[in-house]
């Protein structure tokens, strides 16, 4: 064997001993590659599933903690203005203090936040000291909370929200808790709003993140869905507008109960696909994880084969090369020996001069060997090297394009803090140019303390190695910003963090939103108070005759929804105030004419025709002061009916068309003071099983709506009223002639504090009231349609309870 390899011709010996090198070289390189590609394969789709769950349950877990921080905000917000007018009451002597918090602990009492929340106050004891329980649905008046961790933390605080582990006497373990505070001085109280995080889980609506879900995209077709421990579908794209019921076949629910039964973890399944009237088997593979706090279940799909179409092709890819090089290589060796000399050094000069010219310069030898055919696919090379560099200057282009038009700011710094890449939007909001920002740290551009901050958020995104969210403010130029900022880390192909890139969301808006919405709310209940005590003040010589009217006003502070009771009353009092008054002034002149026909009789110096006079006056005078009385009398029976039921929600049968009459007539002081024509259409025997008060407010509410904002600047206007029974409902139809509501308003005006009349004293709660009254209270359906300057029209369906 080795006489024959050392007899035959070179380029044989160069054939064989480059045909086994070849060989075992290309096929060990083959193994290792494809497997390194199969496991990175394998790799990447479980960092895609992982990346795109991660950042699902992040923003579910904001969205959740957001929204228990709201709810418990309101609610103790609410509460504050509440407390706040019985301790007006209580200054101005109208009742005293221990009658304040005795309905104050009703108040409190009947108000629940999830199954186990409620409402407390805690008395600072500053004389002796102490903390004591004021108001608490769960320990006696007075006792003792001194020593107590969370009362000592909300003491501390004062105005904020905060979290914590609790666990009542009848529990085992200890959960978390969340709390808000805010601390009402003048009575050194501590109002409190507090409720198990897991039993504030159904203020998450899974509307208000179905686009975020929808934006992660896993390979081609792959998905996010959310499933409860029941395999309850909560959302999955496709079965969106059906019954999941209908829809989950055995092989879903197969899935489903595998997750629930493994809480966390990944599975592979075959998958029954039908493709062009075919049925497929197909591979997939979904990773899940458990969220206890929600009992959601987040799982990402995906066909592998979509991740495995680099592979596919790496084989077939492989198979053509191994082919095309083989031959390539045995032509070469063949010919190696005629031209291995200056044709090879021709083409290593050209080649050479093509490096200083970033291989732009293309080899021109034309002849048809081995070199020549290099030369050929050399060239073609360069083609394809040069389209290459144009696409990926293009992606690039279109990669800072994105960068430099979207609203949220995006910057890359390295793992010493120091500017890599900013976007347009970062340069616009803070006005800095590129280069005093580009290899800048955020202590030089923003100073020290803001700068500190900042980096403690990016050096715990390098300690985690994950995407980490926060929320972060910059004082800059006189001006602070909030943002909602989302961290993550960049990594080399040896796995290592090379940088930190970073998202903003500018939510300063919002927060200075936030900001007013309270301001708005602080100043509702100083006008409500004010406009309660100027009425108080004004009306305190029938203070006898309208004494259940006063009650009921004390009552109406209990809720937002009854702050225009104010208005009413004194509408009423100016209707009243008249009638009274004539009559005050026809008793005076009956007393004084008797008085002097008295004198005359005394002196026997009357006359008939003077006496006769004094009948004749008598009679014009009883008659007037009657009539005027009368009109008093009617005037209070109707808006003590309309009051009192406003007042309570006790529930009655009534007259709908007789107590809208009434409704009608309280409100004559408003509507008599422009050119407005009420029209009613309603069966006198249509009666209503309901709450009398909350019709009173709806009806109230429309027309005030209609007298202030739909009559303005109008010459006259024209109500119409419509009530009838279809079926087992009540259809009331209202409609105006005003001036209408843009269209693009209309899908907002049930929206609390939306109003387009802020400037001159509008609250924006009056349709809230209504839609909320309508819905919950009624369990009926509200609509509106109205077009600018063509009036408005709202159409409402009230169940009839027999």
């Not at 430099?404 to 006005?431: A, S």
Request: aromatic fraction near 12%; hydrophobic fraction near 35%; charge should be neutral.
């Amino acid at each position: 064997m080795s006489d024959f390899f050392a007899n035959i011709k070179v380029k044989y010996k160069l054939l064989i001993i480059y045909s086994l090198m070849f060989f075992v070289i290309l096929s060990t390189s083959g193994y290792f590659i494809y497997n390194n590609v199969k496991d990175q394969i394998g790799t990447q789709i479980e960092s895609e599933l992982t990346k795109s769950i991660d950042i699902i349950t992040k923003t579910i877990e904001t969205l959740s903690k957001n929204n228990s921080r709201s709810t418990l905000k309101l609610m103790v917000s609410k509460n504050k203005q509440i407390v706040d007018y019985y301790y007006t009451l209580y200054k101005n002597s109208e009742i005293s203090k221990s009658e304040a918090l005795e309905d104050l602990n009703i108040i409190f009492s009947k108000q629940k936040i999830g199954k186990t929340g409620y409402l407390a106050a805690i008395h600072n004891d500053k004389k002796n000291n102490k903390y004591i329980s004021a108001l608490h649905p769960f320990l006696p008046k007075g006792a003792d909370v001194t020593e107590l961790a969370v009362v000592k933390k909300l003491m501390r605080i004062k105005e904020g929200y905060f979290e914590y582990l609790w666990k009542n006497n009848n529990e085992e373990k200890y959960r978390k808790k969340a709390m808000y505070v805010t601390y009402f001085e003048p009575w050194d109280y501590a109002i409190t709003a507090t409720s198990y995080l897991d039993e504030l889980v159904d203020v998450i609506n899974i509307d208000d993140i179905k686009e975020d879900i929808k934006f992660y995209k896993i390979g081609m077709t792959g998905y996010i869905y959310i499933i409860n421990s029941q395999s309850d579908i909560i959302y999955y794209p496709n079965l969106k507008n059906k019954n999941n019921a209908e829809h989950k076949n055995e092989e879903i629910d197969k899935i489903f109960k595998t997750i629930v039964k493994n809480k966390n973890g990944r599975i592979y399944y075959d998958w029954i696909e039908d493709v062009d009237n075919k049925t497929e088997l197909r591979k997939k593979v979904a990773l899940f994880r458990y969220l206890p706090k929600l009992d959601w279940y987040i799982a990402a799909s995906a066909y592998t084969e979509e991740f495995s179409a680099p592979l596919v092709k790496l084989q077939s890819t492989f198979l053509v090369s191994f082919i095309l090089l083989t031959v390539f290589m045995v032509i070469t060796t063949l010919w190696m020996s005629s031209y291995i000399t200056k044709p090879l050094y021709d083409i290593i000069d050209k080649l050479k001069y093509a490096k200083q010219n970033k291989f732009k310069e293309k080899i021109s030898i034309k002849s048809n060997d081995e070199f020549g055919e290099l030369s050929k696919h050399y060239n073609a090379f360069i083609d394809k090297l040069d389209v290459s560099s144009t696409k990926l200057a293009n992606t690039a282009h279109k990669f800072h394009a994105i960068l430099d038009n979207t609203t949220t700011i995006i910057y890359i710094k390295n793992l010493e803090g120091e500017y890599e890449t900013v976007n347009k939007e970062y340069r616009k909001i803070y006005k800095l140019k590129k280069e005093a920002i580009i290899g800048k740290t955020d202590i030089e551009i923003f100073g020290k303390k803001t700068g500190l901050k900042l980096r403690k958020h990016d050096l715990e995104v390098i300690k985690k190695k994950k995407s980490v969210s926060f929320e972060e403010s910059i004082y800059h130029e006189g001006k602070k910003y909030y943002y909602i900022s989302i961290k993550f880390p960049f990594y080399d192909e040896n796995n290592n963090i090379t940088s930190v890139c970073g998202i903003s969301t500018n939510i300063t808006n919002i927060k200075n939103a936030e900001d007013k919405i309270i301001n708005i709310n602080k100043n509702l209940e100083y006008e409500v108070t004010k406009r309660t005590s100027d009425l108080l003040l004004s009306n305190i010589e029938l203070e006898k005759s309208i004494s259940e009217l006063k009650e009921t006003q004390v009552q109406l502070i209990q809720s937002e929804k009854m702050a225009s009771l104010g208005d009413l009353v004194a509408g009423i009092s100016h209707e009243i105030n008249t009638p009274v008054g004539l009559g005050v002034t026809g008793i005076t002149h009956l007393e004084y004419i008797t008085q002097e026909i008295v004198e005359l009789y005394e002196n026997d110096n009357i006359s008939q025709n003077e006496f006769e006079e004094y009948l004749k006056s008598c009679s014009e005078l009883t008659s007037s002061i009657h009539t005027n009385l009368n009109r008093a009398a009617d005037l209070i029976k109707s808006f003590k009916q309309v009051a009192v039921d406003q007042s309570s929600e006790e529930k009655r049968v009534f007259s709908i068309k007789k107590y809208l009459d009434e409704i009608l007539i309280s409100l004559q002081y408003e509507t008599k003071n422009i050119d407005c024509q009420i029209l009613i259409e309603c069966d006198k025997n249509i009666k209503l099983n309901s709450y009398p008060g909350a019709f009173s407010q709806i009806i109230t509410n429309f027309v005030m709506n209609s007298v202030v904002h739909g009559f303005k600047n109008l010459e006259k206007g024209v109500i119409n009223i419509l009530i009838k029974k279809q079926s087992n409902y009540i259809v009331l139809t209202y409609k105006d002639n005003g001036n209408g509501i843009k269209e693009e308003y209309l899908s907002k005006i049930y929206d609390p504090f939306f109003t387009t009349n802020r400037n001159h004293g509008g609250s924006g709660l009056g349709l809230n009231i209504i839609y909320n009254i309508i819905t919950t209270t009624l369990n009926g359906q509200i609509t509106c349609s109205s077009k600018q300057n063509e009036g408005v029209e709202f159409i409402v369906r009230i169940p009839i309870d027999d």
